[in-house]
Nanobody
Framework: QVQLVESGGGLVQAGGSLRLSCAASGRPFSTYALGWFRQAPGKEREFVASISWSRGNIYYADSVKGRFTISRDNNKNTVYLQMDSLKPEDRALYYC????????????WGQGTRVTVSS
């Protein structure tokens, strides 16, 4: 199984940028699809973005499309989430997730990294 550790969260002003990183260890990273999810206070966890093992399939939630970019470096076993033009509503705990390419559901999660956006 893959283990995931997120980093890069913090406090930023609205309009600013942050880059989240998620380092993976364990089974071959390159065969896993990876994703980012977030959970705001008092809300359910929601999908943010995902990227397939080959980078051929990338998806974004409508709320972040055009502002966030997901990428991965299979040589470094790391997936990134570049977040630009941040808004106060982007404030949340951001989780990295992984699933084997043959599985539809993300089944491995990191511990989360907190993003706070001040207005």
């Amino acid at each position: 199984q893959v283990q995931l550790v997120e980093s890069g969260g913090g406090l930023v002003q609205a309009g600013g940028s942050l880059r989240l990183s998620c380092a993976a260890s364990g089974r071959p990273f390159s065969t896993y699809a990876l994703g980012w999810f977030r959970q705001a206070p008092g809300k359910e966890r929601e999908f943010v973005a995902s990227i397939s093992w080959s980078r051929g399939n990338i998806y974004y939630a409508d709320s972040v499309k055009g502002r966030f970019t997901i990428s991965r470096d299979n040589n470094k076993n790391t997936v990134y989430l570049q977040m630009d033009s941040l808004k106060p509503e982007d404030r949340a705990l951001y989780y990295c997730a992984a699933r084997p390419s043959s599985v539809q559901t993300f089944d491995t999660w990191g511990q989360g990294t907190r993003v706070t956006v001040s207005s």
